[in-house]
């Protein structure tokens, strides 16, 4: 009996050479975060993988996309958000000022939350002093 990468392996090169595309889905067992992208080691025989996560930021469950894998391309490398609404699927600004999507575990910069206080309690013209 093959195993389940090789049996992968001969389905894509089948679709190839009937030139269909072909897609496959993984799903894993975490909400948030992971240790492999694909648990049964197929990535390196794949031309294109796309990660799809929930993200937690700011308490509010969010979906972030990424293009981890393009074969042959100069894909983005930015993590963006997207929805999914009546309309259809909307790619969004990609997130910044804030690290660590992937492993589930965000972590806010320094620098973008100061500015982010300053535009809330900065200087104003309009206030009164003291």
């Not at 089948?14 to 894993?28: A, P």
């Not at 894909?75 to 958000?81: A, C, L, P, Q, W």
């Not at 973008?112 to 206030?127: A, K, T, V």
């Amino acid at each position: 009996m093959k195993s389940f990468r090789e049996f992968v392996i001969g389905l894509t090169s089948h679709i190839k050479h009937l030139e269909v595309t072909g897609l496959f889905t993984n799903t894993t067992a975490m909400l948030m975060g992971g240790e492999t992208i694909t648990e049964t080691h197929i990535s390196t025989i794949t031309d294109t993988i796309i990660l799809l996560r929930y993200v937690e930021l700011y308490g509010e469950m969010r979906h972030s996309l990424a293009i981890l894998k393009m074969r042959g391309t100069q894909h983005e490398k930015d993590i963006r958000e997207y929805m999914i609404d009546s309309q259809g699927m909307h790619i969004k600004d990609p997130f910044r000022g804030v690290h660590g999507i992937l492993t589930g575990t965000p972590t806010y910069m320094f620098s973008r939350e100061r500015q982010n206080l300053f535009d809330m309690f900065g200087p104003s013209d309009d206030r009164a002093d003291g």
